[in-house]
């Protein structure tokens, strides 16, 4: 409902400029085939009494204004009112008294309808009793009991629409009788109808929210009834129009009589309608819909136990129409939930990848209906029935993404994506599963063109009146036009129900859990390749001091990192380290490639360069999409002359006890896996005293922080550190918070006293 602080004041002349924030709840006055009191409740005063008291019941408003409510209705009268409110809280239960009321020296039956308001205040609204008389609550039954035994025995939702039409125009005896129906956007559809055979048909008609505003709507939540007698009436106003004692005009929502906004009343007489009835179906306290009455012969007024009755019995459509829509949502939810088990449960094999899991028997489009589905998960893409282009597909992922969702759907990818060519025959609408590292599901639907049939264009919603014969004044009033008005609806899919987002939503939990169960046999199966490959112990060569440390990345995530140290032959010392590109099994796997072939070189007898450029050919030919950066050093132990080559991997550092580290004097040369490289050679030699070491990129980067700040640190840690190990490096460079793995290799070259 529209925010109080969002309508206009009341007495504000009301135009469809301003109609949606019109205060319908307190219009001033109410409709003249009743009378409406404001009494006080702990004295019974008339504090408001509707102008017309005097046409209806004789009485001058300045006899009643004030007084006593028997002032109004007469001492015994007001009597039976007191006893009724003193004894009942839930007064509705108890309407309507029947009082017999002097008016003008003769008595008359009066139905007399109370409410009591939180204010202390009682509406007590008097209406010329018609009908079978006593009322009570079992006529009301008696006269709906063999409609509500058809209710009760159809099976269908609209089987229970045209039963209740039909009831309620035998009833009340309105000319037509609509059941009409909202969508998720309060858009109307008249569903099921009982007319007069010369009337034109309105069922099937769409009627756009507009009609009905928000704070309208909000009403008949409250207010399960509403009637107009005649639309022609003329309003009778509250006397006085505030009451003094809340300073507050009176708020009339569950008044029978309450006057109706003036837009609504003209949207009527366009419609050539001289009297309305309209009864609330709720689901969850929350408005369904209505059914609709209107009377086209003049003025309609039934007598209230036909409208208890009506009200009644639209009460029990609200809860067959509950209970029926929530048994059709419930086989619809039971045969998506057995499919959906069956493909959950394919997925649970880790020996078959999911992505081929998901589109075996059942697949995805058995759980969510759609022309096509295109899956990429854990590497592999896989599509199933119809689909867009890469491109087009890219764009879908990255719109889901941008709404945050981890579920996202769209009926019209036009409207979501106005700047991508789509083509509505493959992709109108999509429903997106937005999976944990770039891994997604997505359903594509093509366009189904829908023709609604409108009552009116409700796109032309109002008409200019000239008030003046200057032309000047003008002011918008509602259409005057409800002829039948097909409207073609392009670019758009079958919508995405709440069932199946339902189910996508379930999927992509279970996917997600599946995954991390994979991710982690994977990370534990990579984590022992990778251990299993690293060296069990390393050479211990006179002289020299020679240290690693391998770290793997926080969270456990396993990456390619490598390092090795072996004594050729000929008594020299081969130093290695390297990082290959990824993470988890498939990175550790082509580790092991690289690491065991580049190990067969160098102890064949290649030099540093020779022995990279050996290694390139072989990754470019045997091993696929392999990418890694590699540092090789051999070093002759007597003199310490060090050959070495460098493969894109950051450079070394010299360390001196005495004075700063200083990158050492290499060359660098492109990674493994590029085309057309010459692995160049270097050369240079580690004095007594000084060290090498050698460490990959996951000491050195983190995240927000820039990779020559975390160098210019490791510098001024290694400086003067003296005769340090790898596993200390690590800890001085806190890499246990790292994102990627740590390796760190130490050599150096202790001082010989000469003798």
């Given at each position: 409902?529209?925010?109080?602080?969002?309508?206009?004041?009341?007495?504000?002349?009301?135009?469809?400029?301003?109609?949606?924030?019109?205060?319908?709840?307190?219009?001033?006055?109410?409709?003249?085939?009743?009378?409406?009191?404001?009494?006080?409740?702990?004295?019974?005063?008339?504090?408001?009494?509707?102008?017309?008291?005097?046409?209806?019941?004789?009485?001058?408003?300045?006899?009643?204004?004030?007084?006593?409510?028997?002032?109004?209705?007469?001492?015994?009268?007001?009597?039976?009112?007191?006893?009724?409110?003193?004894?009942?809280?839930?007064?509705?239960?108890?309407?309507?008294?029947?009082?017999?009321?002097?008016?003008?020296?003769?008595?008359?039956?009066?139905?007399?309808?109370?409410?009591?308001?939180?204010?202390?205040?009682?509406?007590?609204?008097?209406?010329?009793?018609?009908?079978?008389?006593?009322?009570?609550?079992?006529?009301?039954?008696?006269?709906?009991?063999?409609?509500?035994?058809?209710?009760?025995?159809?099976?269908?939702?609209?089987?229970?629409?045209?039963?209740?039409?039909?009831?309620?125009?035998?009833?009340?005896?309105?000319?037509?009788?609509?059941?009409?129906?909202?969508?998720?956007?309060?858009?109307?559809?008249?569903?099921?109808?009982?007319?007069?055979?010369?009337?034109?048909?309105?069922?099937?008609?769409?009627?756009?929210?507009?009609?009905?505003?928000?704070?309208?709507?909000?009403?008949?939540?409250?207010?399960?009834?509403?009637?107009?007698?005649?639309?022609?009436?003329?309003?009778?106003?509250?006397?006085?129009?505030?009451?003094?004692?809340?300073?507050?005009?009176?708020?009339?929502?569950?008044?029978?009589?309450?006057?109706?906004?003036?837009?609504?009343?003209?949207?009527?007489?366009?419609?050539?309608?001289?009297?309305?009835?309209?009864?609330?179906?709720?689901?969850?306290?929350?408005?369904?819909?209505?059914?609709?009455?209107?009377?086209?012969?003049?003025?309609?007024?039934?007598?209230?136990?036909?409208?208890?009755?009506?009200?009644?019995?639209?009460?029990?459509?609200?809860?067959?129409?509950?209970?029926?829509?929530?048994?059709?949502?419930?086989?619809?939810?039971?045969?998506?939930?057995?499919?959906?088990?069956?493909?959950?449960?394919?997925?649970?094999?880790?020996?078959?990848?999911?992505?081929?899991?998901?589109?075996?028997?059942?697949?995805?489009?058995?759980?969510?209906?759609?022309?096509?589905?295109?899956?990429?998960?854990?590497?592999?893409?896989?599509?199933?029935?119809?689909?867009?282009?890469?491109?087009?597909v890219s764009a879908v992922i990255d719109w889901a993404r941008g709404a945050g969702d981890e579920v996202a759907s769209s009926e019209c990818l036009s409207d979501s994506l106005p700047d991508i060519e789509l083509d509505p025959q493959v992709a109108a609408g999509a429903l997106v599963l937005d999976l944990p590292d770039g891994q997604h599901a997505v359903w594509f639907r093509r366009e189904v063109l829908r023709s609604v049939d409108w009552g009116g264009d409700p796109h032309n919603k109002a008409i200019a009146i000239s008030e003046g014969l200057d032309g000047r004044e003008v002011r918008l009033s509602p259409r005057k036009s409800f002829d039948r008005w097909r409207e073609i609806v392009r670019r758009r899919s079958q919508p995405w129900t709440a069932i199946?987002?339902?189910?996508?939503?379930?999927?992509?939990?279970?996917?997600?859990?599946?995954?991390?169960?994979?991710?982690?046999?994977?990370?534990?199966?990579?984590?022992?390749?990778?251990?299993?490959?690293?060296?069990?112990?390393?050479?211990?060569?006179?002289?020299?001091?020679?240290?690693?440390?391998?770290?793997?990345?926080?969270?456990?995530?396993?990456?390619?990192?490598?390092?090795?140290?072996?004594?050729?032959?000929?008594?020299?010392?081969?130093?290695?380290?390297?990082?290959?590109?990824?993470?988890?099994?498939?990175?550790?796997?082509?580790?092991?490639?690289?690491?065991?072939?580049?190990?067969?070189?160098?102890?064949?007898?290649?030099?540093?360069?020779?022995?990279?450029?050996?290694?390139?050919?072989?990754?470019?030919?045997?091993?696929?999409?392999?990418?890694?950066?590699?540092?090789?050093?051999?070093?002759?132990?007597?003199?310490?002359?060090?050959?070495?080559?460098?493969?894109?991997?950051?450079?070394?550092?010299?360390?001196?006890?005495?004075?700063?580290?200083?990158?050492?004097?290499?060359?660098?040369?492109?990674?493994?896996?590029?085309?057309?490289?010459?692995?160049?050679?270097?050369?240079?030699?580690?004095?007594?005293?000084?060290?090498?070491?050698?460490?990959?990129?996951?000491?050195?980067?983190?995240?927000?922080?820039?990779?020559?700040?975390?160098?210019?640190?490791?510098?001024?840690?290694?400086?003067?550190?003296?005769?340090?190990?790898?596993?200390?490096?690590?800890?001085?460079?806190?890499?246990?918070?790292?994102?990627?793995?740590?390796?760190?290799?130490?050599?150096?070259?202790?001082?010989?006293?000469?003798?």
């Amino acid at each position: 409902m529209t925010n109080p602080e969002d309508l206009v004041p009341p007495g504000t002349t009301i135009d469809l400029d301003n109609c949606a924030r019109e205060p319908i709840h307190i219009p001033g006055s109410i409709q003249p085939r009743g009378v409406l009191a404001v009494v006080r409740e702990s004295d019974f005063e008339v504090r408001q009494v509707s102008a017309n008291v005097d046409d209806l019941l004789a009485r001058p408003v300045d006899a009643v204004l004030g007084r006593h409510l028997s002032a109004l209705m007469g001492a015994d009268q007001a009597a039976r009112v007191e006893g009724v409110v003193s004894a009942y809280r839930d007064l509705r239960r108890r309407n309507p008294v029947e009082c017999v009321i002097d008016v003008g020296g003769e008595p008359r039956e009066f139905d007399v309808i109370l409410h009591r308001e939180p204010n202390g205040m009682l509406l007590v609204e008097l209406e010329i009793a018609y009908g079978e008389r006593p009322y009570s609550y079992p006529n009301t039954y008696q006269a709906v009991r063999s409609s509500v035994e058809e209710l009760n025995r159809v099976d269908t939702l609209f089987e229970l629409y045209d039963a209740s039409a039909r009831a309620v125009r035998d009833l009340t005896g309105f000319d037509r009788v609509m059941v009409y129906r909202y969508d998720d956007s309060y858009n109307g559809e008249v569903v099921a109808e009982s007319k007069r055979d010369d009337l034109n048909p309105f069922l099937g008609l769409h009627y756009p929210s507009t009609d009905i505003p928000a704070q309208a709507r909000a009403l008949y939540e409250k207010n399960w009834l509403r009637l107009i007698s005649d639309v022609n009436y003329t309003p009778a106003r509250l006397v006085p129009a505030v009451d003094p004692a809340i300073g507050a005009p009176a708020d009339l929502t569950y008044a029978t009589l309450r006057s109706v906004s003036p837009i609504h009343i003209e949207y009527l007489q366009n419609m050539g309608v001289h009297a309305s009835m309209s009864i609330s179906l709720l689901r969850h306290g929350r408005l369904w819909g209505l059914i609709a009455c209107h009377h086209y012969s003049g003025p309609h007024l039934p007598p209230f136990g036909a409208r208890a009755a009506a009200e009644f019995l639209g009460s029990t459509l609200s809860l067959r129409l509950v209970d029926q829509f929530e048994e059709d949502q419930l086989n619809k939810r039971l045969d998506t939930q057995a499919v959906l088990a069956k493909l959950m449960a394919a997925t649970i094999d880790d020996r078959a990848p999911i992505a081929a899991a998901l589109l075996g028997g059942p697949d995805l489009l058995d759980v969510v209906p759609a022309d096509g589905v295109v899956v990429n998960i854990q590497g592999e893409r896989q599509v199933l029935g119809t689909v867009p282009p890469p491109a087009v597909v890219s764009a879908v992922i990255d719109w889901a993404r941008g709404a945050g969702d981890e579920v996202a759907s769209s009926e019209c990818l036009s409207d979501s994506l106005p700047d991508i060519e789509l083509d509505p025959q493959v992709a109108a609408g999509a429903l997106v599963l937005d999976l944990p590292d770039g891994q997604h599901a997505v359903w594509f639907r093509r366009e189904v063109l829908r023709s609604v049939d409108w009552g009116g264009d409700p796109h032309n919603k109002a008409i200019a009146i000239s008030e003046g014969l200057d032309g000047r004044e003008v002011r918008l009033s509602p259409r005057k036009s409800f002829d039948r008005w097909r409207e073609i609806v392009r670019r758009r899919s079958q919508p995405w129900t709440a069932i199946e987002s339902e189910a996508a939503e379930a999927l992509r939990r279970h996917l997600v859990e599946s995954l991390y169960s994979r991710t982690r046999g994977e990370l534990r199966m990579a984590e022992t390749l990778q251990r299993s490959l690293l060296p069990q112990s390393i050479p211990t060569p006179d002289n020299w001091q020679l240290s690693a440390h391998y770290e793997p990345a926080a969270g456990g995530r396993v990456g390619g990192d490598w390092y090795d140290a072996f004594e050729l032959r000929d008594g020299r010392l081969i130093v290695l380290i390297g990082d290959v590109a990824g993470h988890g099994i498939t990175a550790a796997g082509t580790m092991a490639q690289l690491r065991n072939a580049l190990r067969a070189y160098l102890f064949a007898g290649s030099t540093p360069a020779e022995a990279l450029n050996h290694l390139n050919d072989f990754s470019l030919n045997m091993v696929s999409r392999a990418f890694a950066t590699v540092l090789a050093a051999r070093v002759d132990l007597s003199t310490g002359h060090v050959d070495a080559a460098c493969a894109g991997h950051l450079m070394p550092y010299l360390v001196d006890s005495g004075s700063a580290a200083v990158p050492a004097p290499l060359r660098l040369s492109p990674p493994i896996g590029v085309r057309g490289v010459d692995y160049a050679p270097s050369t240079f030699t580690v004095e007594q005293g000084t060290g090498l070491v050698m460490f990959s990129d996951g000491l050195v980067e983190r995240r927000g922080q820039a990779i020559d700040d975390r160098l210019d640190r490791l510098a001024a840690v290694l400086a003067g550190a003296g005769d340090v190990t790898a596993s200390w490096i690590s800890e001085a460079m806190e890499s246990a918070d790292a994102d990627d793995d740590v390796t760190v290799v130490t050599l150096r070259r202790r001082s010989v006293p000469s003798i």
